[in-house]
């Protein structure tokens, strides 16, 4: 029998490998600078110390913190295949750190008045992680 690929169902989810020694120093408690500096490719550091900077009144350095954990993320998914567009599942627990990233950038962003990058940062979350947007929302 012949298989055919779909080719309208779009591209497969994107799924980041674990940083299983990152991971754990943050979930265990350690200065997400600390992580961030012995980790620079961990995103979930970058997005702990974009929320931490936020929550300051620092949108600057939120902005800043959550450009550098975006960036880091891209890279990573370009490494796991992803082409610019398709899925990056919130369930699977590595692709975290990028979303928050993005999610903190949008916020930053706005909050700095860069209102387009906002909301491109806002789109490119909901089409690739409605069920990020729910989580990251109901923080």
Same mark, same amino acid.
């Given at each position: ?20 020694? =990152?991971?754990? %120093?943050? #979930?265990?408690? *350690? &200065?997400?600078?600390? +992580?961030?500096?012995?980790?620079? /490719?961990?995103?979930?550091?970058? =997005?702990?110390? %974009?929320? #931490?900077?936020? *929550? &300051?009144?620092?949108? +600057?350095?939120?902005?800043?913190? /959550? ?12 490494? *796991? ?59």
């Amino acid at each position: 029998m012949e298989t055919h690929e779909n080719l309208l169902a779009g591209p497969p989810p994107t799924l980041l490998p674990d940083t299983p020694e =990152a991971r754990e %120093a943050l #979930e265990s408690g *350690a &200065k997400p600078s600390d +992580v961030a500096a012995r980790f620079p /490719a961990y995103s979930a550091a970058w =997005a702990a110390l %974009a929320d #931490e900077f936020f *929550a &300051k009144g620092h949108a +600057v350095t939120s902005y800043a913190f /959550a450009r550098t954990g975006y960036h880091r993320g891209l890279d990573q998914l370009r490494r *796991a295949g992803w082409k610019g567009h398709g899925p990056i599942p919130w369930d699977h627990a590595p692709n975290r750190g990028f979303l928050r990233c993005l999610n903190a950038l949008a916020r930053a962003a706005q909050a700095i008045g860069e209102k387009d990058e906002a909301e491109r940062c806002s789109k490119f979350l909901r089409d690739s992680s409605p069920e990020a947007v729910k989580a990251l929302n109901n923080h």
